[in-house]
């Protein structure tokens, strides 16, 4: 199994960028795959996570509105758009797969007990 982010980047407050997480080693319908962010002396925390074989999403309520996450079932891809991009987004975005996914993104569940994480990417957003 492996995950691979890209699409991290420097952009100003306002912009946008789109990451996107390369998965191998099984389908998308196996898992539920998202994104988390850890800031700079911060925990890591869920961002988006979605599993499209149940149709089921979460947006932490900081995105909701501003980022939009999907999945491309033929390509194995997960992506998140992000849009009007603010400083406090600044973090290295990972992606993550784990069966039981959903309840790590909402908080319930730690991070620890996620089974698959790819490596990081960096957004940066100036002001």
């Known amino acids: 199994v492996q995950l691979q982010a890209s699409g991290g980047g420097l952009v100003q407050a306002g912009g946008s960028l789109r990451l996107s997480c390369a998965v191998s080693?099984?389908?998308?319908?196996?898992?539920?795959i998202g994104w988390f962010r850890q800031a700079p002396g911060k925990g890591r925390e869920g961002v988006s996570c979605?599993?499209?074989?149940?149709?089921?999403?979460y947006y932490a309520d900081s995105v909701k509105g501003r980022f939009t996450i999907s999945s491309d079932d033929a390509e194995n891809t997960v992506s998140l758009q992000m849009n009007s991009l603010k400083p406090e987004d600044t973090a290295v975005y990972y992606c993550?797969?784990?069966?039981?996914?959903?309840?790590?993104?909402?908080?319930?569940?730690?991070?620890?007990?996620?089974?698959?994480w790819g490596q990081g990417t960096l957004v940066t957003v100036s002001s």
């Open positions: 080693g099984f389908r998308l319908d196996d898992f539920a």
């Open positions: 979605i599993r499209s074989s149940e149709g089921t999403v």
């Open positions: 993550a797969a784990d069966v039981s996914l959903y309840y790590v993104c909402s908080g319930r569940d730690p991070p620890s007990d996620v089974e698959h």
